[in-house]
């Protein structure tokens, strides 16, 4: 079950990043992409710390332009940036008991919360307050300063 799955030293840096980070950093106001690209670009030179579930692709691309299209496949799917980390049946077993212990969060999210689990994420990126996570995990809020103070802690 989720609830028993430990966080390990390593995995203290490990984060998980939620669709709307990708949807912020290419298509939100400048304060708001910058430090996200910003981050992506940590990434980038510290490869295995960002992860994010295929679900990612399923919420960003269907209203992105074709070159968002194109950056967000060439992003998530194709740079090796980021993890990406299949929904398999495991992950939706998972998040059927997460759902159900956790007061039924909504579906998407349970799937992004059952996959940082599961990939020994310490903390979720996002931008969705809402978000409800299992003792012992953080949710950064993606606002420009939390971003920001993210990255002087990575660099």
Known sequence: MIETIGMTEPSARRIYLDAN????????RAE???????????????????????????????????FQKRYY???IAWSGIVELHPISRNIL?????????AGMPKLA???HVVT?????????LSADCRMKLPEGM??????????????????
């Open 93 to 101: 077993i998972e998040t059927a008991s997460y759902r159900r212990t």
């Open 116 to 124: 940082a689990v599961t990939t020994d994420c310490a903390s979720v």
């Open 73 to 75: 496949l060439n992003l």
């Open 138 to 155: 953080s949710l950064i809020d993606a606002t420009p300063q939390n971003v920001s103070r993210l990255i002087h802690e990575l660099t």
């Open 21 to 28: 980070v990708f949807i912020y950093g290419a298509e939100a």
């Open 32 to 66: 708001l992409a910058e430090p996200i690209q910003n981050l992506f670009r940590v990434f980038n030179a510290r490869r295995g710390i960002a992860v994010t579930s295929e679900l990612t692709l399923a919420e960003v691309l269907p209203k992105a332009a074709n």
């Open 109 to 111: 999210d349970a799937i």
